[in-house]
């Protein structure tokens, strides 16, 4: 099963339509483009809908943001980070985690960009110079 | 210094920040020095992508959800699945007079076992080569110590001249020389404190040679007492493609520092057919569309863009007025030069000195084919007394060898035409020269003056060379007045000429007895 070129341009079409009028894509609608091709098995049917996956995949990624922290966070803090974020960001899906190894702070990532405030990360650039 | 403390300064504020930003990626497959890369969305063409370990990749190519980066050094610890990040800064090298003497690798790093090298600035590799306004004509020569250049392809500073040949036919060993010869120019204006002389430093750059080979270039730069004033870049067979494919532009950078500096560079490119497939192996691997012999399609841009940086720089404007002379190599096969890849370099640069095997195996050494080769602009930069004494040669030579080709059929010549003939095949007798002999600007003019005065009209052609010698040899015992008078006036004035015209008398005299 091989992703041509065709194939790709076809899934971004699709990936498209699945598009709501935020430009942010509706769970709904990815959903029925999927039924939709498996059901009517076009040619090459396989390839188009690994080509979509891939394409919704890396179109989660970019609209998820993973708050790192050292300590748990509790529900007012959650809130502040969301506020700020959401103010920058349309469409986030928030995944809260803990790692002690960043000893304070946290790491906040949103798609790839990494804004690192945790203290490792603070004690790690030091002791570089 | 004052830069280093803003350095210290910016590093220290960058680590007392709270928080730092960065745009991360994931290697979805590695092989072949190649990582592609899933995120990356901020890399900029060009910018340097840091990986675990401080291995460090070059963005190449940029998709609509990958990034296809090229890795510098050593990948083999990397897997699927680790992170790297963009680091806003574009592949620099240590550039400066601290590098004369030594031999470094793409990045600058010494291989040398000297010690660390002492950096003036960091230059960016690739650099968008001077542009019109702040150029002039070529005016000033590259003594190349070579006579037949020297005579009739003249190289002036910021030049481009092309050595193109087979495998084997003396390209190096006419690169090597004229290094030499700057090498020795240099030392002796140093000792003598010459006024207002130039020096011209060297860069040699190899790549995809053999190890051994450029071993036993350095030794013999050094025996020769060149190499502080030369830097080699070395970026042998054995090195990943991506630093061969970088290696001349690291060089250039290093040579754009003297022009920036108001100095002069030279840098030889040996040789850039070994470059074109480095590049054509970088860009299969990166999946680049490739073209007519599986070159990609920007492998014309790849050379013109090397080339195009040398130049030679006016001193308006607060600039400098410094030069940097380009002498690229280019391997044929079987003679033809209608390839691809040499009919490229042939059209960027400006002339080129074609060596032959045929003339190679029957002794003719450099096997310059002076027939096809050509110096375009460099004769405005010919010195005066050169040209003076060698306007003709290069014509002369030409009639040689139509008519020698033309005189085996028939016995019966007139005398002109016989005249042409024996002047000729003195003339390319004269032009033999030995490997790490380049001759002073005196030397070559003595050479010269007796060939086209006649002087040598007399000697049995196979006896040419001795008496060459020791022609030389007598110039430099007992008229190393008159050479220095001739290296100090460059021009052929009437007493330069008396005393020329003297010393070949005497000369003549001395060998009756
Ligand atoms: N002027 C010369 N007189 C005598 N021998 C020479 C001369 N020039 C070159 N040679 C010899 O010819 C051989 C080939 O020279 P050189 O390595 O410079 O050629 P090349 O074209 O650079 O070869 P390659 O294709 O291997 O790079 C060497 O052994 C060298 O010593
Ligand atoms: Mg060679």
């Known amino acids: 099963m091989k992703i041509t070129k065709d194939v790709q341009a076809q899934a971004r079409r699709l990936l498209r339509l699945c598009r709501g009028a935020d430009g942010l894509l509706d769970e709904e609608r990815v959903r029925r483009v999927a039924t939709a091709v498996l059901e009517r098995r076009p040619r090459n049917g396989l390839a188009l809908l690994t080509a979509f996956t891939e394409l919704v995949r890396l179109d989660c990624e970019a609209h998820t943001a993973t708050i790192t922290s050292a300590v748990p966070l509790s529900e007012d803090e959650q809130q502040r980070i969301r506020t700020k974020l959401d103010a920058r960001h349309a469409g986030l899906h928030y995944v809260w985690q803990n790692d002690p190894a960043l000893i304070g702070g946290l790491s906040v990532r949103v798609g790839d960009s990494v804004t690192d405030a945790s203290l490792r990360s603070r004690i790690e650039r030091l002791s570089r110079i | 210094m004052s830069n280093i403390v803003q350095e210290l300064e910016a590093q220290i504020r960058n680590a007392a920040a709270a928080a730092v930003s960065e745009n991360v990626g994931t290697i979805k497959a590695i092989g072949d020095g190649v990582a592609r890369i899933e995120g990356l969305s901020n890399a900029m063409l060009n910018e340097m992508i840091e990986f675990p370990g401080g291995v460090m990749g070059l963005a190449m190519n ?274 033809d030069v209608s390839a691809y890849i040499p009919t490229n370099v042939i059209s960027i640069t400006d002339g080129q000195i074609f060596l032959d095997t045929d003339l190679f195996y029957q002794g003719v050494r450099p096997a310059i084919n002076v027939g096809i080769s050509v110096s375009r602009v460099g004769s405005s930069a010919q010195t005066k007394i050169v040209k003076k004494l060698a306007g003709s040669v290069k014509l002369d030579l030409a009639q040689f060898e139509e008519l020698q080709a033309f005189a085996q059929f028939g016995s019966d010549l007139d005398a002109a035409t016989k005249a042409k003939l024996e002047r000729g095949s003195r003339i390319v007798e004269l032009f033999k020269q030995g490997q790490y002999e380049p001759k002073s600007l005196g030397i070559e003019v003595i050479n010269l003056y007796a060939i086209q005065r006649g002087y040598l009209d007399d000697v049995p052609v196979s006896d040419i060379r001795r008496v060459r010698a020791e022609l030389e040899e007598e110039a430099s015992v007992n008229a190393a007045d008159l050479l220095a008078a001739i290296e100090t006036e460059k021009t052929l004035t009437d007493d330069i000429d008396a005393r020329l015209k003297a010393f070949m008398t005497s000369f003549k005299n001395s060998r009756k007895h």
Not at chain 2, 179 to 191: D, H, L, P, V, W
Not at chain 2, 233 to 246: E, H, I, R, T
């Open chain 2, 62 to 335: 940029l998709e609509e959800n990958e990034v296809g980066a090229v890795l510098i050094g050593s990948g083999s610890h990397l897997r699927e699945g680790d992170t790297c990040k963009t680091t806003g800064r574009l592949l620099q090298v240590p550039v400066g007079p601290g590098l004369l003497g030594r031999v470094v690798d793409t990045l600058g790093n010494p291989l040398d076992g000297k010690g660390p090298v002492e950096a003036a600035a960091h230059y960016p590799v690739e650099k968008i080569a001077s542009g019109i306004i702040s150029r002039q004509g070529v005016n000033q020569p590259v003594q190349t110590g070579i006579l037949p250049i020297d005579a009739m392809i003249p190289i002036g500073r910021g030049q481009r001249e092309l050595i193109i040949g087979d495998r084997s036919t003396g390209k190096t060993a006419l690169a090597i020389d004229t290094i030499i010869s700057q090498a020795r120019q240099n030392k002796r204006a140093e000792e003598q404190g010459t006024e207002g002389y130039r020096p011209l430093y060297s860069i040699y750059v190899a790549i995809g040679q053999k190890r051994a080979n450029v071993s036993r270039l350095v030794a013999k730069l050094e025996e020769s007492g060149a190499l502080p004033y030369t830097i080699v870049v070395v970026a042998s067979a054995s090195d990943s493609a991506a630093m061969q494919y970088l290696a001349p532009y690291a060089g250039c950078a290093m040579g754009e520092y003297f022009m920036d500096q108001g100095q002069d560079a030279l840098i030889v490119y040996d040789d850039l057919s070994k470059h074109a497939v480095a590049y054509r192996q970088v860009s299969l691997i990166l999946r680049r569309p490739s073209g007519r012999e599986a070159y990609p399609g920007d492998v014309f841009y790849l050379h013109s863009r090397l080339l195009e940086r040398a130049a030679r720089i006016n001193s308006e404007g607060g600039r400098k007025g410094g030069s940097l002379t380009a002498l690229p190599v280019i391997e044929t096969q079987a003679g």
